[in-house]
Nanobody, 127 residues
């Protein structure tokens, strides 16, 4: 069972930056792909970015391209989402996720959802 704990959300002004963290724990962590999603009120959950622990695979969603960066610190079992030039539309609950599949949950908007989820962290961008 993989456990994920997000942190780093909060209130930020438009144009500002935030870095979200996701600490992962559990067996065979290195076999999982780690990713980030977000969900705003009244909207569907949206894929942002995903990467493998080895770094040989990185996916970036359309909403994240150009402003968001995913990275990891394997020694700390932590995955990050660096968000720059934030906009009011970025306000949402951000979720860390993990899944053993290298595609599916990360490559198709109609694909399966990842197997493991964190509790989410709220990001609010004021305009």
């Amino acid at each position: 069972q993989v456990q994920l704990v997000e942190s780093g959300g909060g209130l930020v002004q438009a144009g500002g930056s935030l870095r979200l963290s996701c600490v992962a724990s559990g067996p065979s962590l290195r076999t999982y792909i780690m990713g980030w999603f977000r969900q705003a009120p009244g909207k569907e959950r949206e894929f942002l970015a995903a990467m493998s622990w080895s770094g040989d695979m990185t996916y970036l969603g359309e909403s994240a391209a150009g402003r968001f960066t995913i990275s990891r610190d394997s020694a700390k079992n932590t995955v990050y989402l660096q968000m720059n030039n934030l906009k009011a539309d970025d306000s949402a609950v951000y979720y860390c996720a993990a899944d053993a599949r290298r595609s599916g949950p990360w490559t198709s908007s109609k694909g399966p959802l990842p197997d493991y989820w964190g509790q989410g962290t709220q990001v609010t961008v004021s305009s």
